[in-house]
């Protein structure tokens, strides 16, 4: 069901509340300040009237593909927003340049329907390149979002957000769309993937590979507002782990040698004490863990995340906020397959169940 009412629908009915409003208080032979009552009983109005910008739909194309997250803006229909969707990314050369025309074609219609408030537990998972559309099926090596959907398993459902997602929408809408995403969702999980450009954390390019500044511009302001509202946790993940600094106001190192350029190493980290300590009472002490990365946070002061782990040569590879709000890491706990992913993934799961949204809330959303 698409919503009935837009924009100028509203204007309209407002201003007719205020003539009817204007009349009824003439009539009661209050002509002097009939103008000034019939103000005040429009803003009275408006205070308990809210427009609904934007909705959220999900997108199932066939039950081999994932479910996308489609904002959808207020008249509009679904079917015109992913018409929107692909002709913006395409008029994009370096969105375009991301995905083969298969790949952009997986996003087409098939199951749709309204997002509310349930009892259900739910984790968004922020796409990053064109596999990511390839469903979870494919056997491509690096289908990160089934990795993590599997690890999350059934107890937590994860939905995948488009890249540049909000394409279409304006500032407003923008605003509109990521309180949305708060109010229907626990966490997001910014996943692994290519280098984050250096433009955007105030560096020139140096040793930094398949860069794209549009894509990252998209994500970072996504994850700035998704931050700020502090409704939920974020969960970044390797390129995540670096893109979710960049966020935060750190900068990267575009090169370290030693931490699996193109290949997957096991090495020991060691955990460190912290305000919370989130990591230490999942982890202990030291652990070993497997990743793949040839870029690294650069060390920094921050008011809001930690140093939770490093690498014996001294990368950064866990950062934690004391809230609990923010958690990366540098390696793949996606890709283990042992008691250390278990224990992990049992810890975001019950962060996610923790968070279920209130349908009493969403009557005044």
């Known amino acids: 069901m698409q919503p009935k009412w837009n924009l100028n629908s509203y204007k309209r009915f407002h201003l007719q509340f205020f003539l009817h409003c204007r009349t009824f208080l003439r009539a009661l032979k209050l002509a002097s300040h009939a103008d000034t009552f019939a103000v005040f009983c429009l803003l009275f109005f408006l205070s308990f009237s809210v427009v609904a910008q934007v909705e959220l739909y999900i997108l199932k194309p066939n ?67 064109g596999y990511d559309y390839e469903g979870p099926a494919s056997q491509n090596a690096q289908n990160r979002i089934r990795r993590v959907s599997e690890k999350f398993s059934a107890s937590v459902n994860t939905y995948v957000l488009p890249v540049a997602a909000s394409i279409y929408l304006n500032a407003a809408e923008q605003k509109e769309f990521v309180k949305k995403i708060s109010d229907y969702f626990s966490g997001v999980v910014a996943l692994g993937g290519a280098d984050v450009d250096p433009h955007l954390y105030g ?48 900068k990267l190192i575009q090169h370290v040698d030693n931490h699996g350029d193109g290949y997957w190493v096991e090495h020991p980290i060691e955990i460190r004490n912290t305000t919370s300590n989130h990591f230490k009472n999942i982890f202990g002490s030291r652990v070993k863990v ?9 060390s920094a002061p921050n008011t809001r995340v930690e140093v939770a782990a490093l690498a014996p040569d001294g990368t950064i590879e866990a950062l934690e906020s004391a809230d609990g709000l923010i958690i990366t890491t540098q390696f793949h706990p996606e890709f283990m397959d042992n008691y250390i992913s278990k224990k992990f993934f049992s810890y975001l799961r019950n962060k996610a169940q923790l968070k279920i949204p209130n349908k009493c809330a969403q009557l005044f959303n």
């Open 63 to 129: 039950k081999n593909q994932f479910s996308y997250v489609i904002p959808v803006r207020s008249g509009r229909s679904i079917h015109s927003e992913l018409l929107e969707y692909k002709k913006l990314i395409l008029a994009n050369p370096e969105l375009a340049d991301i995905f083969t025309a298969a790949q952009l074609d997986k996003i087409s219609l098939g199951q749709t329907y309204l997002l509310k408030s349930s009892n259900e537990a739910r984790i968004l998972l922020l796409a990053n390149r």
């Open 290 to 298: 497997r990743g793949t990365h040839h870029q690294a946070v650069q």
């Open 203 to 250: 560096e020139n390019i140096s040793e930094s590979r398949e860069v794209n500044a549009s894509r990252d511009r998209y994500e970072i302001s996504f994850l700035k507002s998704w931050m700020g509202l502090k409704k939920g946790f974020t969960y970044g993940i390797c390129r995540g782990h670096q893109i979710v600094s960049v966020a935060l106001g750190f």
